[in-house]
């Protein structure tokens, strides 16, 4: 790693990324090298709406170096991006749980909670995510 200091913090370039204020972040964007934006990214990847995310994005309203701006703000949407699916597929995960244990067909359990058995389908392999208070419904019909 290079000689980054950070100036006026009380942090270290050697503490977790998740530890630095938001004047360290802007100094590792401004005048960091790759080893720091690579754990900022991986902070990012295992946090994807977590502080090292939002500082980013704060730094990042009002600070834009070259090249990386653009490489932190596609970090921050590929992560959130990858998230969103791994949910949705936990989701649609749960709903054919749901629908398995009920031992009801998928025609009589979509009715037992007030949808279609093609809407109830689309639950089920993840292309739309139910409700809240839909998905309670589902877990209330078992």
């Keep these: ?6 100036r006026n913090v009380e942090a270290s370039p050697d503490e977790a990324v998740s530890e ?4 360290a972040i802007q100094t590792a964007l401004e005048r960091g090298d790759l080893s720091h934006w690579r754990r900022l990214a991986s902070a990012v990847s295992e946090q994807p709406w977590g502080g090292v995310a939002r500082k980013l994005e704060e730094v990042l309203a009002y ?6 701006a653009n490489l932190m703000e596609r970090v921050i949407a590929a992560a959130r991006e990858a998230a969103e699916g791994e949910e949705r597929a936990a989701v649609a ?12 067909s998928r025609t009589e359990f979509a009715a037992l909670i007030g949808t279609s058995a093609s809407r109830l ?8 995510t139910p409700s809240a208070a839909l998905l309670v419904r589902m877990r209330r019909a078992v």
């Design 20 to 23: 630095w204020p938001t004047e």
């Design 63 to 68: 600070s834009r170096p070259y090249g990386v």
């Design 121 to 128: 389908s689309t639950y089920a392999t993840g292309k739309v």
């Design 1 to 6: 790693m290079s000689a980054l200091r950070f």
């Design 93 to 104: 995960a749960e709903v054919e749980d749901l629908i398995r244990r009920s031992g009801l």
